[in-house]
């Protein structure tokens, strides 16, 4: 009843479609160019891949953005203890937990009935039929329903948006590891008479995506059906599982504990008479404050809810499945390229920029909608204070992200996979990347007033300049030419440029964030592409990320000092 009156509700709309436009056009000018079509063939050819990467766009954007937003919607709420106040209403377990997984999906179910439209354009070209669209979508909904419900159990678990946000993008990580290791492990074994290939499509989205684009062959066994089906039917499975788990458990993990009134009281009771024999206790010792409350405040205490050790455990379980797995594919392999160096630097790095960028947001925006913020606000705390203590605090907190990439770098200098300079780009531009992830988080948290719009802007910042410019550069790999999608790619890039300008200049407007919008992207392509060719010099590229992203920190680092009441928004512009 209020999202759709919203005008980012259109524009949301609006621009998913015109993106889908434009990754179109710049997938014909990769696969076809200005070559001449001779046959309706070569057409039909292109619009079966054309499907196929759509597919896989829109299935990667579903499976990062649902969990995200569902978890959210919840951790939000209890960071601004409204939650609290929803359990003490008639409302049921059931109604509350459904209400805030398919409230939170509804942008999502929009966007997806959006761009059916666009995705029956395919049919328009041939290779794809009305079967596999409908099949598509089936999937893609399943697999953003099953991911939902994960993040809002987590988010009923855990009472911080930081845990909550960072353990449910780890765990759809984890599962989509764990389902590459089930396939390598089973072997020429089948399991309840399926191959280990169905099995995979069965368990993992983007092979149950996939294999809607093979032949219509039946499964044999007792599945009887093709295997999209059975992926379906297992997230179903998992979403009614742990949606049950999130109902039956939502008092017992929040406020009341679930316990009878009377249990309660006689509990209170008992406590009561032993305090009342207990021995006299000296006062606890106070704690020093350091010079830098903030800083001290983010190093010492709870800032970020209890038991973030969770956390860190699941990051490094990815970390290791990760580093394992490299490890028993190059073992014995004299040969080891920077490609298959970057397969295992490459998802580590985006990984821990992801957690990085979500501790710096949260840590502004669990403050303000715990009203602690407005209160720190009316101190004598300097701008350099807040932000430098929220800067160091954010490295601390999570300085298992920063130093296990490092020491990843450091164990292929020390295997001879990389060269001695070689390892100092990488670990300078692993520097340099953090830092920028974790002024970006400060600079979203401090532009927009919510928490969701807050982590969705800078998480869409992140996945826009390092994985959306892969899917550029995977697509002139594709064609072998650049000059044959020259035009779309300028187009994709000045138009995530000024989305991303959008996104950051949303409060405070300067030429600095604008020309960092429009370098960023711009040279993180050039660096990308000059790491891919064979005789490139690495320095090059290096220089390139230092230069970039070195003045996009201070261009968002300068205004929140300098402008720092405008940035929190205690003042405007116009009141000085």
């Not at 919203?6 to 179109?24: D, E, I, Q």
């Not at 035009?487 to 964030?513: D, E, H, K, P």
């Given at each position: ?5 919203r005008l ?10 015109a993106a889908?436009f434009?990754l ?10 200005f070559?001449?079509?001779?046959s309706v063939?070569?057409?039909a050819r292109?619009?079966?891949?054309l499907f196929?990467f ?6 990667s954007l579903?499976?990062f953005?649902?969990p995200v937003v569902?978890g959210?919607?919840i951790?939000a709420?209890k960071?601004?203890?409204t939650f609290d106040l929803?359990?003490m209403?008639d409302?049921?377990n059931?109604?509350?937990?459904l209400?805030?997984l398919?409230?939170s999906?509804l942008?999502m179910?929009?966007?997806?009935t959006s761009?059916?439209?666009i995705?029956?354009l ?5 290779g ?6 409908g099949?598509v ?19 009923s678990?855990?009472d ?5 946000v960072a353990l449910t993008?780890l ?12 396939y ?7 399991p309840?008479?399926l191959?280990?290939a169905?099995?995979r499509s069965?368990?993992n ?6 294999s809607?684009?093979e032949?219509?062959e ?8 093709r ?6 039917a297992?997230?179903l499975g998992?979403?009614a ?9 939502l008092?017992l993990?929040n ?8 249990a ?7 406590e009561?008479r032993a305090?009342?024999h207990?021995?006299?206790?000296a006062?606890p010792e ?12 983010e190093v010492?205490?709870?800032a970020?809810g209890r038991?973030?050790?969770?956390v860190k ?5 990815v970390?290791?499945?990760?580093c394992?797995g490299?490890?028993?594919?190059s ?20 990984t821990?920029?992801i957690?990085?960028?979500l ?6 925006t669990?403050?303000r909608?715990?009203?602690a913020l407005d209160?720190l606000l ?6 350099k204070?807040?932000v ?7 490295l601390?907190?999570t300085?298992e992200m920063v ?5 990843l770098?450091l164990w292929?200098?020390a295997?001879?996979?990389?060269g001695f ?9 692993i ?5 920028f992830?974790t002024?970006l988080g ?9 928490t ?5 802007n800078?998480?869409g ?15 002139i790999?594709v ?6 999608q020259?035009?779309?790619?300028v187009?994709s890039?000045?138009a995530?440029a000024?989305a991303m300008?959008a996104?950051?200049?949303?409060r405070?407007?300067?030429t600095a964030?604008a020309l960092m919008?429009?370098?960023?992207p711009?040279?993180?392509?050039y660096?990308?592409?000059n790491f ?9 590229g290096?220089l ?9 920190v201070l261009?968002?680092?300068v205004?929140a ?7 929190v928004g ?6 000085g």
């Amino acid at each position: 009843m209020t999202a759709p009156r919203r005008l980012r509700h259109y524009l949301g709309r609006a621009a998913y479609g015109a993106a889908l436009f434009v990754l179109m056009w710049t997938a014909w000018q990769a696969i076809v160019g200005f070559q001449r079509v001779e046959s309706v063939g070569d057409v039909a050819r292109f619009g079966a891949v054309l499907f196929r990467f759509l597919a896989l766009v829109q299935l990667s954007l579903a499976l990062f953005f649902a969990p995200v937003v569902a978890g959210s919607s919840i951790s939000a709420e209890k960071d601004r203890r409204t939650f609290d106040l929803l359990l003490m209403t008639d409302l049921t377990n059931t109604e509350i937990v459904l209400g805030k997984l398919l409230g939170s999906l509804l942008q999502m179910i929009v966007l997806l009935t959006s761009a059916l439209p666009i995705f029956a354009l395919c049919l328009l070209l041939g290779g794809a039929s009305f079967q596999q669209v409908g099949r598509v979508f089936a999937v893609t909904a399943a697999a953003a329903i099953a991911g939902g419900s994960v993040g809002v159990l987590v988010a009923s678990w855990r009472d911080k948006t930081f845990q909550t946000v960072a353990l449910t993008v780890l765990l759809v990580v984890v599962y989509l590891v764990a389902t590459e290791a089930l396939y390598t492990w089973l072997g020429d074994s089948r399991p309840l008479g399926l191959s280990r290939a169905t099995w995979r499509s069965m368990l993992n989205p983007f092979y149950a995506v996939t294999s809607i684009m093979e032949p219509p062959e039946a499964v044999g066994g007792w599945l009887g059906a093709r295997p999209e089906w059975g992926f379906i039917a297992v997230m179903l499975g998992v979403t009614a599982l742990v949606i049950g788990v999130a109902i039956s458990t939502l008092r017992l993990w929040n406020p009341g504990g679930g316990r009878p009134t009377h249990a309660r009281e006689a509990i209170e009771e008992m406590e009561r008479r032993a305090a009342l024999h207990a021995p006299p206790q000296a006062a606890p010792e106070s704690r020093r404050i350091w010079d830098n409350p903030v800083l001290w405040r983010e190093v010492r205490t709870r800032a970020y809810g209890r038991r973030p050790i969770v956390v860190k455990l699941a990051y490094v379980l990815v970390f290791a499945t990760l580093c394992l797995g490299f490890y028993l594919t190059s073992r014995g392999d004299a040969q080891v390229g920077r490609i298959d160096l970057a397969k295992v630097l490459v998802p580590v790095v985006i990984t821990s920029l992801i957690l990085v960028n979500l501790q710096a947001v949260t840590s502004i925006t669990s403050e303000r909608d715990g009203r602690a913020l407005d209160l720190l606000l009316v101190t004598d705390i300097t701008p350099k204070e807040f932000v430098f203590g929220k800067i160091w605090g954010v490295l601390y907190n999570t300085k298992e992200m920063v130093l296990l990439p490092i020491a990843l770098s450091l164990w292929l200098l020390a295997r001879g996979y990389m060269g001695f300079e070689g390892w100092f780009y990488v670990v300078g531009g692993i520097v340099i990347l953090v830092t920028f992830s974790t002024t970006l988080g400060l600079h979203a948290a401090m532009a927009y007033d919510k928490t969701r719009s807050a982590v969705v802007n800078s998480l869409g910042n992140i996945v826009f300049l390092f994985i959306g410019i892969l899917v550029c550069i995977f697509l002139i790999l594709v064609s072998g030419r650049f000059e044959s999608q020259a035009a779309s790619f300028v187009v994709s890039i000045c138009a995530g440029a000024v989305a991303m300008y959008a996104s950051l200049a949303v409060r405070n407007q300067s030429t600095a964030l604008a020309l960092m919008a429009f370098l960023c992207p711009s040279m993180t392509w050039y660096a990308m592409t000059n790491f891919l060719m064979p005789n490139s010099d690495p320095l090059i590229g290096f220089l390139t990320i230092v230069l970039s992203y070195g003045f996009a920190v201070l261009a968002m680092l300068v205004p929140a000092i300098s402008e720092f009441d405008v940035a929190v928004g205690r003042t405007v512009a116009d009141a000085g």
